[in-house]
């Protein structure tokens, strides 16, 4: 199956065609440019600065996708494709083909955080706790303020009991997007039980 995947990627890229000479390189093409990279990065540090700021939470919403939208922009138009595929893949279920194109984006881009974050939400919806952690840690060493890992972190430490840690994860969500209502909420509901259960 993988091959079928590598095989597509190729054809996209065009280097099934011509001599050896006119085969484009993969790294070239796969990977957004030093200014792409300069622009994004300083895109992302504004709207995180704007979203720290905003204190209504209808801004606050649209700026948290604006940054989504960003992450997910990867700079190549094949793994911007092979990353459809794979959300369309998870939305219809198919969690095994959505981990073969994300295995592959991985692969191809490893850098990419968001490939990370995306496989870490397919194994949660397969309840592969440990798998999607370990692309969690792997998405925030790329991205230390994405919203989606912590919160993806908080609701398995949530779902397997452990309240404390959720708490803190939900804590470190708000450090970044403190207009955010549903850490907002959960904070407040799991800071309750807890001391519930202390007195």
């Known amino acids: 199956m993988r091959n079928v995947f590598l095989f597509m990627v190729l054809v996209l890229l065009g280097g099934l065609s011509g001599a050896r000479a006119a085969e484009p390189d993969v790294q070239q093409v796969l990977s957004p ?16 600065h704007a979203l720290k700021r905003e204190g209504n939470v209808v801004e606050a919403e649209r700026t948290a996708n604006k940054i989504n939208a960003e992450l997910a ?5 094949t793994i911007d494709l092979m990353m459809k595929w794979s959300a369309d893949a998870l939305k219809n279920k198919k969690y095994s083909v959505a981990l073969d194109f ?3 984006v991985i692969t191809l881009r490893p850098d990419f955080a968001e490939a990370f974050n995306r496989r870490a939400t397919v194994h949660f919806a397969m309840q592969n706790y440990a798998k999607s952690m370990a692309d969690i840690e792997r998405t925030v060493e790329l991205e230390p303020r994405h919203i ?6 908080a609701q398995i430490m949530k779902s397997t009991g452990r309240k404390e840690l959720a708490l803190r994860a939900y804590e470190r969500v708000l450090s970044v997007y403190p207009a955010f209502r549903q ?3 959960e904070v407040g509901r799991l800071a309750d039980e807890l001391a519930g259960e202390r007195a």
């Open 148 to 153: 989606g890992a912590m919160a993806g972190l």
């Open 73 to 77: 922009r990867s700079g190549s138009s």
């Open 102 to 104: 994300l295995d592959q």
């Open 183 to 185: 850490a907002q909420d």
């Open 33 to 48: 440019t030093s200014r792409e990279t300069t622009r994004h990065s300083q895109t992302l540090d504004d709207l995180f």
